[in-house]
Every structure is written in structure tokens, then in C-alpha cells.
């Protein structure tokens, strides 16, 4: 049996009220926040760098096994530079404060997507914090940088293109499950359930093969305002849905 259809078989035996393995969140809402207090975009920013600490301590206290957070998607470049090096100034910060009690909480970082584009002393120090948490056996922390799933996909094709040159792979065997082995998730639980805050209903080119079963879930929220409860409140919805993956 494909790792897969085990983890949909597993999950319809589990019925309702089951808790998500894997929660992924797309942070909406922070400028539109800090528009409202007619702040800067920036604390917008700061309020939602608090609200992945609540969130992550959160989930984790809940038992979810992974937890991944679109933090700067490959279209992000798009913005002005200012906020763009804000973005970063925040990621450093957070890997400056937050790896200690990762690291002693037993949280394994990981990141997804091409973060070797940022700046190299910020490369270094997710260099750094993967490696210093790649011992750790608890949850799982994802951090999405410079994520695209579209370029995700491309990727796992070409690869497998490539095996398939070399006489590796018969193309006649490339099914769903080789596909998944490519994606930058595939030691990852299943994604059971997607949220995307602020009121937007768009996936905005994340996980977009792995949503293929997953609940999604769009709450009004604004990202700085999201918290525990807010996850709980999430976590109640998603057990009371049917999941019934195509079937009846
Ligand atoms: C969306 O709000 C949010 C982002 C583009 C970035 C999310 C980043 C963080 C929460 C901080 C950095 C993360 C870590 C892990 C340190 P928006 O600016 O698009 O809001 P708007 O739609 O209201 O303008």
C-alpha cells in the first residue's frame, strides 16, 4: 500500500472529531491590521511574527505533529524593497529569539522553498537553525520561504524528466504517489488541513498538490488577531467535517 492511500485510510478510520496532523496556515491580514491602528505595514508585521510564536507554541501544545506557515511566497518579491527587507529584518529576529526554545522544546525547523536567494548571512542562519533542530524528534515546524508550489511542481517533474533520460524510470510507472516523493513535502504527515485568514478565499500557488483532500478552512481574522483559541476553533471545525475522499 502507497504511503498515500495508507494516510487516507487511516484518516477515514479515524472518523470525527479526529485532530490534523499537519495545519498549514497562509498569514494573512497584517497590513490590513496595521492599516486599521493606522500604523505602518511593519507592525502589521511585528503583530504577526506574535502570532506564529502563539500559533506554533499553540499547536504544539495541542499535539499537532506539523505545523507549516506561508511566511514569504515567491511572488512577494513583488513588493516595495522597503518591505521586502523588513520581511527579512523579521526572520532574522525571529531565528534570533525563537531557535533557543525550538531547540529545547524539541521543535525540528524545516523550511520549504528557495530560500537561497535571500541574503547570505540570513541564508547562513536558517543554514544554522535547520541543522541545530535536525536532531530534535517533536514537532515539526515548517516555514514556507520564497514558496511557490507551481515552481515546486516544475521542479518534481524535471527530475523525474531527468531519471527518466537516464534510463532510471519508466515513465509508463510515474503515478501519484512518484510525484509525491518529489514535493518538498514528502516526509511530512499528510496536510489534513489548510487556513487562510484575513477573508481572503484564494490559494495564492501554496501546497496546491497537497489541498488535493485537505479541509480548507477561510476565516475573517486578521493574522495578528489569530491566536490559540482561534486554532482551537479551527481544529473543532475541521473534526466535525466528513472527510470522505471521493467516496460516500
Ligand atoms: C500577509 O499580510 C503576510 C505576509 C505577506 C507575510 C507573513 C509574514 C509574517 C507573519 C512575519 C514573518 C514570519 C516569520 C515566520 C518570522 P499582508 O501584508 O499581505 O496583509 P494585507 O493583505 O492586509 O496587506
Do not use: C
Not at 84 to 111: I, T
Not at 136 to 144: E, F, H, K, R, S
Not at 174 to 188: A, C, G, V
Not at 196 to 212: D, H, I, K, M, P
Amino acid at each position: 500500500v502507497s504511503r498515500h492511500s495508507a494516510s487516507v485510510a487511516e484518516a477515514v478510520a479515524g472518523g470525527g472529531g479526529a485532530l490534523p496532523r499537519h495545519v498549514a496556515i497562509i498569514m494573512d491580514g497584517n497590513g490590513r491590521w496595521a492599516k486599521k491602528r493606522h500604523l505602518p505595514r511593519i507592525a502589521g508585521h511585528r503583530a504577526g511574527v506574535e502570532a506564529v510564536r502563539r500559533v506554533s507554541r499553540a499547536a504544539r501544545a495541542m499535539g499537532i505533529e506539523a505545523l507549516t506557515l506561508y511566511a514569504f511566497s515567491s511572488e512577494n518579491w513583488r513588493r516595495p524593497e522597503s518591505e521586502v527587507s523588513d520581511l527579512m529584518g523579521l526572520l532574522r529576529l525571529f531565528l534570533r529569539n525563537d531557535l533557543e526554545e525550538m531547540a529545547e522544546e524539541n521543535v525540528r525547523l524545516r523550511v520549504i522553498g528557495d530560500y537561497r536567494r535571500f541574503a547570505p548571512d540570513l541564508v547562513s542562519m536558517i543554514d544554522d537553525a535547520l541543522a541545530r533542530t535536525a536532531v530534535n524528534t517533536g514537532p515539526i515546524l515548517v516555514i514556507a520561504l520564497n514558496y511557490g508550489s507551481q515552481a515546486e511542481i516544475a521542479a518534481a517533474a524535471r527530475r523525474l524528466a531527468e531519471q527518466a533520460r537516464d534510463g532510471a524510470l519508466d515513465p509508463a510507472s510515474i503515478d501519484e504517489d512518484t510525484i509525491e516523493r518529489e514535493l518538498l513535502t514528502s516526509d511530512l504527515p499528510p496536510l489534513d488541513l489548510l487556513i487562510r485568514t484575513s477573508g481572503e478565499v484564494r490559494l495564492s500557488n501554496f501546497l496546491l498538490w497537497q489541498t488535493a483532500y485537505a479541509e480548507l478552512l477561510f476565516v475573517d481574522t486578521l493574522w495578528p488577531d489569530f491566536d490559540g483559541a482561534a486554532l482551537a476553533d479551527a481544529v473543532q471545525v475541521f473534526g466535525q467535517r466528513q472527510r470522505r475522499y471521493g467516496g460516500l
